[in-house]
């Protein structure tokens, strides 16, 4: 019962931090210099046509009105219509978030992976030089700008080596059946391995000292000890009874982890001019393209909130005394 209480105040907690996002979000873009009618009404239209293309964009009305038709529209599955695309926004937005989602899931994988292994050993191995140099690089990985970690990564794999393409998801020209043929083939993955390898640089850190901090709890348990009594080699003890122990808090920040890299994937797709939600939000928000701006924008703050949501959860399950807070 504690269980269920907790999970339904997490839900309505996250339920207005979403309706404050899609406020600020909306209000923002009304505030910020710069006017969406020069952009896309011609001023050499006569002044009956203007009006009907403000009305067809809903920007004859006043702002409050603006609000409460598009939060209407909002728990209706509408997300308006595009300026620049001259669709729904959830249209243009679906693709973009499939090929972010690719991106973000790719570099997850890789961190985590490297990063539970490594922080592991980097336990294991504790006060050598091996931990030294291990933790350092992680923090100093951390630091570095993900744009700058980027643009070095292109200029020796693709600028001068030449052995990764310099940008995009798919070579110009190539044509494919589906989304699953295009991800599935050569040409992608060539694309992919760059920007991928870059957020994983990123993100590889958080996993890679949590896990080193968790392994150096466990292994000073009495069940560690008693496992190498029994002469159980060092390898199966740290894979088996270690690791396993030690993943906890590692597997709830994954969730955590997961909502941060959608969100901050804006500067390695503009990097790497991945065609996906990131850079889709830099193209809007210059060209004043409201309607696409606020969807990418709360698409992917949704995301960011329901995946923070679930690591709420998923921690409380895992840990019970969570739940009685």
């Not at 239209?45 to 004859?60: F, V």
């Not at 052995?163 to 043929?181: A, H, I, K």
């Not at 797709?269 to 830099?282: A, D, L, S, Y």
Request: hydrophobic letters at 50%; proline letters at 4%; a positive charge.
């Amino acid at each position: 019962m504690r269980l269920s209480k907790y999970i339904l105040k997490r839900v309505i907690i996250a339920f207005f931090t979403l309706m404050i996002l899609i406020s600020i979000v909306f209000f923002m873009f009304r505030v910020v210099p710069g006017d969406p009618v020069s952009m896309y009404i011609d001023s050499g239209l006569d002044q009956e046509s203007q009006e009907l293309m403000m009305k067809m964009y809903g920007l004859d009305k006043s702002i409050p009105e603006q609000y409460f038709i598009y939060i209407k529209g909002l728990f209706q599955g509408d997300l308006g219509n595009s300026f620049t695309y001259g669709k729904s926004v959830t249209e243009v937005i679906g693709e973009r978030f499939l090929n972010t989602l690719v991106l973000t899931t790719t570099s997850l994988i890789i961190a985590f992976t490297i990063g539970i292994i490594g922080g592991s050993i980097l336990a294991w191995h504790r006060n050598t030089k091996l931990d030294l140099i291990g933790t350092v690089a992680a923090l100093i990985i951390r630091c570095a700008p993900v744009f700058w970690t980027g643009m070095i990564l292109l200029s020796i794999f693709a600028f001068k080596l030449r052995w990764l393409p310099l940008g995009g998801m798919t070579t110009v020209g190539n044509d494919y059946t589906s989304f699953l043929d295009k991800v599935l083939s050569l040409d992608f993955l060539r694309h992919l391995i760059l920007p991928a390898i870059t957020s994983a640089l990123y993100s590889m850190a958080t996993p890679t000292l949590l896990m080193r901090t968790s392994m150096l709890e466990v292994i000073k348990e009495d069940y560690i000890e008693l496992a190498f009594a029994k002469g159980i080699p060092e390898r199966k003890v740290r894979m088996k009874h270690a690791m396993r122990t030690a993943l906890l808090p590692v597997v709830t920040i994954f969730a955590v982890q997961a909502g941060l890299a959608i969100g901050g994937s804006v500067l390695v797709e503009t990097v790497f001019r991945w065609p996906g939600m990131g850079r889709e939000i830099v193209l809007a928000v210059s060209s004043r393209d409201y309607p696409l701006a606020q969807g990418a924008f709360l698409f992917i703050g949704f995301t960011t909130i329901t995946f923070n949501l679930l690591a709420d959860i998923l921690y409380a399950y895992l840990d019970p005394r969570v739940s009685l807070d």
